[in-house]
T-cell receptor
Framework: NAGVTQTPKFQVLKTGQSMTLQCAQD?????MSWYRQDPGMGLRLIHY???????DQGEVPNGYNVSRSTTEDFPLRLLSAAPSQTSVYFC???????????????FGEGSRLTVL | GQQVMQIPQYQHVQEGEDFTTYCNSS?????IQWYKQRPGGHPVFLIQ?????EVKKQKRLTFQFGEAKKNSSLHITATQTTDVGTYFC???????????FGSGTRLQVQP
């Protein structure tokens, strides 16, 4: 099983450019999410989805868009890149995530983005 | 919003010494999860605690969930170099269907 696959692994952008980070999972998980990781700040939630066609904002959604047209895919779009978006981005999925049934998160290997 | 704090931020130990990281939430948690991230890697799930006062062991790792379900700890007995990495706790966000992660404790083990 591939699990959670993220592409690209590395990307360098210039300020103002747009790009899409791809995330795909083959575990038939309903729940998918995007986190960013910055030194000393842990993992901060950008957006999440509890199923196809449903998305919601996390802690730090500004400057990012998501969509969930299929169960498998959850792309993250940077509309106009800024140096503050330089970070490592992780996609994570779970079979379920709510108070009654909290499954573990399966993470992709990460995408390291640098914005100049 | 909900905050999950972890201490210490960093700890450097000699191989064979014990290590503990503490996690505190500003709100009562329905459950808590722990993850380990090796340098350059991605977070990997270790365990989930659900019940008040719960204690679980995985070999040299002991996990505890506080009686009030607002704090948790991870204790490693006799650290090894393979324990190097950052350990995160995570609790269900009060307002979202999402996990809020602590800032992590980075463990360095000197051989």
């Amino acid at each position: 099983n591939a699990g959670v696959t993220q592409t690209p692994k590395f990307q360098v952008l210039k300020t103002g450019q747009s790009m899409t980070l791809q995330c795909a999972q083959d575990m038939n998980h309903e729940y998918m999410s995007w986190y960013r990781q910055d030194p000393g700040m842990g993992l901060r939630l950008i957006h999440y989805s509890v199923g196809a066609g449903i998305t919601d904002q996390g802690e730090v959604p500004n400057g990012y868009n998501v969509s969930r047209s299929t169960t498998e895919d959850f792309p993250l779009r940077l509309l106009s890149a800024a140096p503050s978006q330089t970070s490592v981005y992780f996609c994570a999925s779970s079979y379920s995530l709510d108070r009654k049934n909290t499954g573990e998160l399966f993470f992709g290997e990460g995408s390291r983005l640098t914005v100049l | 919003g909900q905050q999950v704090m972890q201490i210490p931020q960093y700890q450097h130990v000699q191989e064979g010494e014990d290590f503990t990281t503490y996690c505190n939430s500003s709100t009562t948690l329905s459950n808590i999860q722990w993850y380990k991230q090796r340098p350059g890697g991605h977070p990997v799930f270790l365990i989930q605690l659900v019940k008040s006062g719960e204690v679980k062991k995985q070999k040299r790792l002991t996990f505890q969930f506080g009686e009030a379900k607002k704090n948790s700890s991870l204790h490693i007995t006799a650290t090894q170099t393979t324990d190097v990495g950052t350990y995160f706790c995570a609790g269900m966000d009060t307002g979202r269907r999402a996990l809020t992660f602590g800032s992590g404790t980075r463990l360095q083990v000197q051989p």
